[in-house]
């Protein structure tokens, strides 16, 4: 075979693998052996482990994600992408907690591991960066010059050979120096004709308070005013370089709206003499404080423009960034918005980006948003809460209007620099911009991007108002209102699928029918995609039923919290809230292995139980769902003693048991068996003639599985006649099993099966249940119980007596009832009223 041949063959077996691996469930996924999931990650995905890791490192699990980074640059079987890639992570991650000297450490080994780096501008721009931030200016500096030569023309390579001259950055003291730093920024305004800057005073140093632009020519446009809206708090020291650098706009038709939100600072009084030589400058004062955008919301009440405009109290506008969007938008026939780029900067004048180090200096400036006035009736006002609503705002614009404000960019030129303090790149508080990854601002857009998926374009009578129901987190809102002491705090994973998802909903939705205040923390497992924003129906859910969504970094009182699903403790959470409470319950709903053989770990429970006490002082109470888990809790000396009470999983009974039951063998020819749950192998019998028998194979009935079958299908090798599969999803669970005769549930001898909510809703349902014998512990008299061999003749023998089928239904229902109604769930919280008692399962 030939070379080419060998080559082909193996990259379409590649792609094949790759496509198959894409379509797996994230459970399947994450049931695969650590060192398998690794390889299929790295070999088979277009997304690298790296780049999974990366995302893991900045959503909440650091410990870790460092250490998975660490062990990957390490590994020399990993391919040299793979490695550099973590260094990347690695060196960005050191920058951001102030550590520049790894950070640069970390880009040299990577240089070590692919020598090829040194012209990628990826590299080398957070290289010299780095060494920047070290006081190794010039050799920043010989480095760009001799990776850069001959590129083409790089806005962000001019700004860091800018930094490179900056005596701030390099403590030269050569008078040439400040010249040769504005004459690499000015390269970029030459680039795009726009006009230079230069020093406002010749004789005080280079800053961003001691700069103006030069040969300004003026546009006065009478019929279309500007109306530009500057909040301002507590910043009397760098008001004024921002009302000058709008005073000298060229575009001269201008309203400025300066909104002084009580400052306690001489903000006022500066403010008001300025407007006193500008008669388009106007001091509004705010009764009380009500933060940003409750300033833009006042000002744009007065707004007399035809665009309205907003500027940050702290930041320098280049003479033409108001008329090039004007112009933009009289030109314009599509979205009635625009924006344009900014550089931060510290008041040096050093260019450092984003808190987050990147290959690029400047990004989009979300406070230089320019809107037709006549658009806020459509799309509303500014969301008022404390942090973040520039960029709700601006996606808001996207979904009422239609369009995607990256395209409603005027020119890539920054023309803009924002106020940076040095110290605020690496700062950490609960609202800083990195807890839009893991956070307060994460919550905060996930929230409000679900609520913009039930906004359409078009022609809306009214403007679309933000509803004050949305769950967005008590630490940013306007005032601040806290909801209270909660009755109850769920933490879970609210994004996993099957048994798991439904019975951390199963409480919350019980806790609420009691008329319990509720909150959840959605704690994400470390081994599925913690990069996945919260479920759309979790958030639609808090926000019908009045549900608290609490945020990484918050404070909350509870009465008791109830982690949902031990496995999520094994990764430590970055900023885990600060949760006062009464009671701790962890429900065990997942042993530390999922099976029997002890060889697929879920979690250690020695690391659970320390997190535990890590975050609350205590472990808490352990409450097994099921017999069988009390069983395997006592006999393993990894777990605290189980509680006396089994918390089996909820339904609401009366919606589950509404339905009436019917027998059937009048109407059909031959029974419906079915089964509903996840297509993992461990979910089928191990054994073919296990699985053929149990499922009926061959029999005088028709089998249905929902869920999906390709695990059944190959293990049975010919697909039966009787049996008929459908996806997971692809039908309501309730319709599906109305529709049974009888349910079956047979998983593999090894799996250990907690509890079982598929039998469980099928009893619910009013349909009878055949299981193997090691669920008695579970269900008690609730189920039949057959080795797959008998199930046949059991269900035969069903089938033919109404009356024992029927008494089936009774037994089934009244385990239900008895153990998984929602009524159960005060009483397990010890609260007093009208439950009927405790819900404990059968352990017989």
Sequence with gaps: MGDSLKKTLAASLEGGLRRIYDRLPAAAKAAAPRAARDFVRDRFTSRTLAAEYDGKLWGGFSTQALADLERLKADAGRSSHERTEACYSLARWHAVEGDFAA??????????????????????????????????????????????????????????????????????????????????INAIYRNYRLPEIAKRDADAPLSLDNIRAEGVHTHLDADNRVTVIVPAYNCADTVLTALASLAEQSWRNLEILVVDDC??????????????????????????????????????????????????????????????QARALLKSRGAPFNLSRLARVTPSLAFFGTWRPSPSLTSLNLSSLMVK???????????????????????????????????????????????????????????????????????????????HLSVRPGDAPVAVTVPQSLPVPVSIRRDKVDDGKLDIVLIGDFNMSGGTYHSAMGMLRAAKAAGLSAGLLHYRRYDLDVTAPLKKDVIDYAAENGVRIISAGEHVEAGTVVVTHPPILQHRLDMFPQIEHERLVVVVNQMAERDRTGKDKAYDPAIVRAHLIDYFGHEGEWTPISGTVRALMEA????????????????????????????????????????????HVLKWPGERRDLLAAYCAGRECEVRFLGGAAHARKSAGKWPANWTAESFGSRDVKEFLSDLDFFLHYPHDDYIEEFGRAPMEAMAIGVPVILPPVFRSTFGDAALYAEPRDVWSVTEKLWADENVWMERIRAGRAFVMSNCSYELFPARLGLKGNAPGRGTAYAK
Excluded at 147 to 166: E, H, R, V
């Design 103 to 184: 950070a640069l450490k970390e880009m040299r080994d990577r240089l070590a591991l692919d020598p090829r780096l040194w012209r990628n501008g990826r590299h080398y721009m957070l290289e010299a960066l780095f060494l920047c931030r070290t006081g190794q200016a010039e050799e920043a500096r010989a480095l760009i010059e001799k990776a850069a030569t001959g590129g083409p023309f790089d806005i962000s390579l001019q700004l860091m050979k800018a930094n490179s001259w900056n005596p701030a950055v390099s403590g030269s003291e050569d008078g040439q120096a400040e010249a040769a730093a504005l004459a690499c």
């Design 636 to 679: 393993d000396p990894r777990y605290p003693r189980p509680h006396r009470d089994n918390w089996t999983p909820l339904v609401d009974a009366g919606e589950w048991c509404a339905r009436e039951p019917h027998w059937r063998g009048r109407d059909r020819d031959r029974p419906v068996i079915g089964r509903h749950g996840r297509d």
């Design 373 to 451: 006035r006549s658009a806020f009736g459509k799309a509303g006002n500014w969301h008022e809460v404390r942090v973040s609503a520039d960029q709700e705002f601006v996606r808001r614009l996207d979904a009422v209007f239609g369009a995607d404000h990256r395209r409603q960019v005027v020119s890539d030129c920054p023309l803009a620099f924002a106020r940076t303090a040095p110290t605020s790149l690496t700062r950490y508080g609960n609202t800083h911009v990195r807890t839009a990854h893991h956070g307060i601002r994460r919550t905060y857009h996930e929230v409000m991007s679900a609520w």
């Design 263 to 324: 400052s306690t600072d001489d903000t006022a009084a500066t403010v008001a003499g300025f407007c006193a030589g500008d008669v388009r400058f106007r001091l509004i004062r705010q009764a009380r404080n009500g933060g940003t955008y409750a300033c833009r919301n006042r000002a744009l009440q007065e707004a007399t423009g035809r665009f309205v405009t907003v500027h940050d109290a702290d930041d320098w506008a280049h003479p033409s960034r108001i008329e090039m």
